[in-house]
């Protein structure tokens, strides 16, 4: 028989979310009046925005993340645990970067298995000394989770190593991401116990916790809460190997803000959501944003920085330390170059120790001078991948030092233990160069520390340096690393090839002090003043703009699973009462009913594109009620609307946006455009021929006033950036004739001037205006961009009186998005819906003929 949280897990991780109850005592909501705790009831904490009197006085934020800043160990005599700050996490010096009032909360994991029986008494204690929220993942969970999903899945994955057959990178196993989601649930309910949804703003960092925003969007529709993705973001052609690709886009897209250290992994984003889900970014006033479903998803880009104060902190100890002058003395007359990396297959120990072998070989003037003293700090994985790259290190290692070793001489001194900052800080002082030779790394902060440490302390007269001269470091940085873009000084390499790697360790070592000294005055520049503090005080104030308006708003959610989402839209954008409309029509006198055709009355998905004869049958209704102007607004060419309503003889139909109309059947088509002059087609074809023929899956559509080209069926990216160039291309051409040129929903258009939907519109309230039939009501529904101009002139008309100030106005778009419209309809079925509630009350024809209707115009 399965367990009951078993069979609740396999429903989270299909994405049926259940309501989280109250299971076990709730964590007191942590208030900003020092010494009063409040406790929750059920009701309260199940609702969306609490009841619970608030006496916050500023913004608090929550810090969500894999692991909590706090060391914890076991009391010497076995009874609890002691808890400590861990100086050395990024998480802790977030807050130097907040206003000084603001409230910091952490919620995370601790690093050691604490018994159910303790876990009460530690939450109460972390949360009351420490203000820190502990989330307790069961074993088996956090060993498929972190060591399951997280390093076997994503790490490798988002460092480019594809799992290409099951004994390279494993297959993809679903218990595990089921794993990941239950522990991502988990985080979430810590966050719920202590959360104030209408005050606080959450900050969640990392690619452990990348669905948890779908959780807590989907409890609080309004809440304030960004993203930071500490490790590089791949390519999309590595991104979408992935089986959960989307679920974890959707997830991240309900964050208000989404950070990453460099352009290239926000590009990378970007990118992806361009291609899974049709999004776009579009830069505004330098700020990159992603519009979905009515939100504003911002993009943050800046990498983080090393905490100033804690790096001179320890300086200040570092000149008296034994371990400095201990160095100095083991490597005197020794040109030192430093590696410090975490010991993982991407950072590319293995290719710098071979770089090291070719610099001895090809300079072999730095045989028994250069070292390269290697820190391997502790893995924090494991696999066979990394056993075998240890292996290869070591033989290299060994290989080197027997080669080119002597007596009292080891070019390579490899350090395998966990080293503390002010021992490293003692290696900085004796390192000509530090050599970081990542294939793959999120940012690295090792070079920045460096630097520091390489300054010293302002107004000391004692300097890490072995003389008290001028200030001076060198750099050899992969270009695969985060920080490589920051360091413009240094010598940038790719890694894989070791030959350049070699010479670039060689020119850091050879080149002249003046110039060492100018580039460290450079970074140093950088370094000092983009710090943690200027980082996440950026972020924050990023954060807190994009969210400003989240409480004018109105939002909802909609989707299940993954697929959920909030839409969020202007306070007067409310979907359409058929009751309110009716009751409209009813009462009025002289209507214009204004109908875009394709994703109006005919769904965009259908592959038959004819009305149907329901469709046909409500059009003619309406057409035959003598108070109506009823018109078919569309993009398609006359010939194909005509046939196809030809059945419907008083509709007036307005084709290819307007350029020709017709007000009924009897009646001859009209021209609207500026010009009859179509000279311009045998310039602007051959160029859109050119594009068509590099551009695989596009097409050109030819109308009788119009050219478009298509690309829907082209590659995203490729699509989009030849029809921007196209678009400079034809502006530039067409630039003396009477047309425009547009671009739209994959397509750019070169049609006449002076044709548009609202034009048309405006034709239409003004003709009935001057036969003494002034429309009292107006319906106007479309779903795309081109009817916006309809929407537009809605307005504009009753302000300039060709509408009466009394007219009842419906302009309605198809879908819940951002518009000039005021109402919504979901789809074309509840347009046509509405147009049978229509149907039902307009008056018969009369028995006579009589020329009515849209006709008599």
């Known amino acids: 028989m399965m367990s009951r949280s078993y069979t609740n897990l396999l429903d989270?991780?299909?994405?049926?979310?259940?309501?989280?109850?109250?299971?076990?005592?709730?964590?007191?909501?942590?208030?900003?009046?020092?010494?009063v705790i409040s406790e929750l009831d059920d009701d309260q904490a199940n609702s969306v925005t609490s009841d619970v009197p608030s006496s916050v006085v500023v913004d608090r934020v929550i810090i969500v993340a894999n692991q909590l800043p706090v060391k914890a160990k076991r009391r010497p005599d076995n009874k609890g645990w002691s808890f400590s700050w861990d100086e050395d996490s990024l998480l802790l010096h977030i807050k130097d970067g907040l206003p000084d009032d603001m409230e910091v909360i952490y919620v995370g994991s601790l690093r050691v298995e604490v018994d159910s029986s303790e876990q009460d008494d530690v939450s109460q204690l972390l949360l009351e000394r420490f203000k820190c929220v502990p989330a307790f993942l069961p074993p088996d969970i956090l060993a498929r989770y972190y060591h399951g999903f997280c390093k076997q899945h994503l790490w490798p994955l988002f460092h480019y190593m594809i799992p290409y057959s099951a004994s390279h990178g494993g297959r993809f196993d679903r218990s595990l991401w089921e794993a990941y989601v239950a522990a991502n649930k988990i985080f979430s309910q810590k966050v719920i116990e202590v959360i104030n949804p209408d005050d606080d703003y959450v900050w969640i960092h990392d690619y452990h916790l990348m669905v948890l925003p779908t959780f807590l969007r989907r409890r609080f529709n309004r809440l304030r809460m960004g993203f930071f993705l500490h490790s590089p973001f791949p390519s999309s052609e590595i991104y979408r190997t992935l089986p959960v690709r989307e679920e974890i886009l959707k997830a991240?897209?309900?964050?208000?803000?989404?950070?990453?250290?460099?352009?290239?992994?926000?590009?990378?984003?970007?990118?992806?959501?361009?291609?899974?889900?049709?999004?776009?970014?579009?830069?505004?006033?330098?700020?990159?944003?992603?519009?979905?479903y009515g939100r504003t998803v911002g993009i943050k880009i800046m990498p983080v920085g090393i905490h100033m104060g804690q790096i001179e902190s320890v300086l200040k100890l570092a000149d008296k330390d034994w371990r400095v002058g201990e160095l100095k003395q083991q490597f005197e007359g020794k040109t030192v170059l430093l590696g410090v990396d975490d010991m993982d297959i991407f950072k590319g120990v293995d290719l710098k120790l071979l770089a090291m072998e070719q610099m001895l070989k090809q300079h072999p003037k730095w045989q028994g001078r250069a070292v390269l003293v290697q820190i391997a700090n502790p893995a924090r994985g494991k696999g066979k991948e990394l056993e075998e790259i240890q292996a290869e290190m070591q033989a290299t290692q060994k290989r080197i030092n027997d080669t080119f070793g002597s007596p009292g001489y080891e070019p390579v001194v490899f350090i395998d233990r966990p080293v503390s900052l002010s021992e490293r800080v003692a290696y900085y002082s004796v390192a000509e160069c530090v050599v970081v030779t990542a294939v793959r790394d999120g940012m690295n902060l090792t070079p920045y520390e460096y630097i520091v440490c390489r300054q010293g302390i302002s107004g000391s007269d004692s300097s890490l340096e072995s003389s008290g001269g001028p200030k001076k470091s060198m750099l050899v940085v992969s270009e695969f690393i985060g920080c490589s873009p920051s360091l413009s000084g240094a010598i940038r390499v790719n890694p894989w090839n070791v030959e350049a790697t070699a010479e670039a360790m060689n020119e850091a070592i050879s080149m002249a002090d003046a110039e060492k000294q100018l580039r460290h005055e450079k970074h140093y520049r950088y370094v000092s003043t983009h710090d943690v503090a200027y980082w996440s005080r950026s972020f924050f104030q990023d954060m807190e703009r994009t969210c400003q308006d989240h409480f004018r708003r109105r939002c909802w959610g909609i989707g299940l699973s993954f697929g959920f989402r909030v839409v969020a839209l202007d306070p007067n954008f409310r979907k359409l009462s058929i009751d309110a409309i009716v009751s409209a029509y009813s009462r009025s006198k002289s209507r214009a009913i204004l109908l875009d055709y394709d994703g109006t009355v005919m769904p965009q998905t259908s592959i038959n594109k004819k009305p149907s004869q329901e469709v046909i049958s409500?059009?003619?209704?309406?057409?035959?009620?003598?108070?109506?102007?009823?018109?078919?607004?569309?993009?398609?060419?006359?010939?194909?609307?005509?046939?196809?309503?030809?059945?419907?003889?008083?509709?007036?139909?307005?084709?290819?946006?307007?350029?020709?109309?017709?007000?009924s059947e009897d009646k001859e088509w009209e021209t609207c455009g500026q010009s009859n002059d179509f000279g311009w087609v045998q310039m602007a074809e051959p160029v859109m021929q050119l594009y068509t023929e590099a551009t695989d899956g596009s097409s050109i559509e030819k109308k009788e006033s119009a050219l478009v080209w298509h690309h829907r069926d082209a590659d995203p990216g490729f699509g989009s950036s030849q029809a921007k160039e196209m678009l400079d291309h034809l502006e530039s051409v067409l630039a003396n004739e009477p047309v425009a040129v547009k671009s739209g929903q994959f397509i750019v258009e070169v049609k006449p001037q002076g044709v548009s939907k609202g034009i048309v519109a405006e034709k239409i309230f003004t003709s009935m205006a001057e036969i003494g039939k002034q429309a009292d009501f107006v319906l106007c529904i479309g779903d795309d961009r081109s009817d916006e101009d309809m929407f537009e002139i809605i307005g504009n008309a009753m302000n300039s009186g060709v509408l009466s100030a009394n007219t009842s106005l419906f302009a309605c778009t198809v879908g819940q998005k951002p518009s000039k419209a005021k109402y919504y309809l979901d789809d074309t079925t509840e347009v046509v819906i509405m147009l049978e509630a229509l149907a039902e009350v307009s008056s018969p024809p009369p028995s006579t003929e009589v020329g009515s209707g849209s006709g008599s115009l």
């Open 12 to 35: 989270l991780a299909s994405g049926n979310f259940p309501v989280m109850g109250r299971e076990k005592k709730r964590l007191p909501r942590v208030m900003t009046v020092a010494g």
């Open 252 to 292: 991240l897209l309900n964050s208000d803000l989404i950070g990453f250290h460099t352009f290239d992994y926000a590009r990378h984003f970007l990118s992806c959501c361009s291609r899974m889900l049709g999004l776009e970014y579009q830069s505004k006033r330098g700020y990159i944003g992603l519009e979905y």
């Open 618 to 663: 409500l059009i003619n209704t309406l057409c035959g009620d003598v108070r109506n102007t009823v018109f078919v607004v569309s993009g398609r060419g006359r010939e194909s609307l005509g046939k196809w309503f030809s059945p419907c003889k008083k509709l007036g139909i307005a084709a290819e946006h307007g350029y020709f109309m017709r007000w």
